[in-house]
């Protein structure tokens, strides 16, 4: 009887692991959001920031883990420590902008230039967060 219990324990422990190795690994990899082909919520860098600055809860139902489209002025560009391109778009706030993470193989824009950036909001830290960001303007 011990036996049984102990293999079947076994069992779902190396069942799980299987499951998670396949997930991390395997299905993960080919499936993404691809934010280009996601209709995305049109708004402004100062009125994306604005509006989580004046009501966060709301902001987050909104936008949260949605496709934006922002469009605004970009105050810098950076790589990270991925070597992916970063940029921030002046939210009209000298604390809090909109900070965009590039998916690879994207050109780096000009400093001083408005453009429209297409992302999946990741929140508010102390700037509104957008991820597999593309330009699309």
């Given at each position: 009887m011990k036996k049984k219990i102990i293999l079947s324990i076994v069992a779902l422990v190396i069942v799980a692991v299987i499951g998670t190795w396949y997930y991390v690994f395997?299905?993960?990899?080919?499936?993404?959001?691809?934010?280009?082909?996601?209709?995305?919520?049109?708004?402004?860098?100062?009125?994306?920031?604005?509006?989580?600055?004046?009501?966060?809860?709301?902001?987050?139902?909104?936008?949260?883990?949605?496709?934006v489209e922002v469009t605004?002025?970009?105050?810098?560009?950076?790589?990270?420590?991925?070597?992916?391109?970063?940029?921030?778009l002046k939210g009209g706030d000298a604390f809090a902008s909109v900070f965009c993470t590039l998916k690879p193989g994207s050109t780096q824009p000009v400093v001083g230039k408005n453009i429209s950036?297409?992302?999946?909001?990741?929140?508010?830290?102390?700037?509104?967060v957008l991820n597999e960001c593309i330009i699309t303007q």
């Open positions: 395997i299905y993960s990899k080919t499936h993404h959001r691809n934010v280009a082909n996601e209709k995305a919520i049109a708004i402004s860098a100062k009125q994306i920031v604005n509006d989580f600055q004046v009501n966060e809860s709301a902001a987050d139902a909104k936008y949260l883990n949605k496709a605004g002025e970009v105050a810098e560009t950076k790589t990270d420590q991925v070597g992916n391109i970063t940029v921030t950036i297409k992302g999946i909001c990741n929140g508010f830290l102390s700037d509104v």
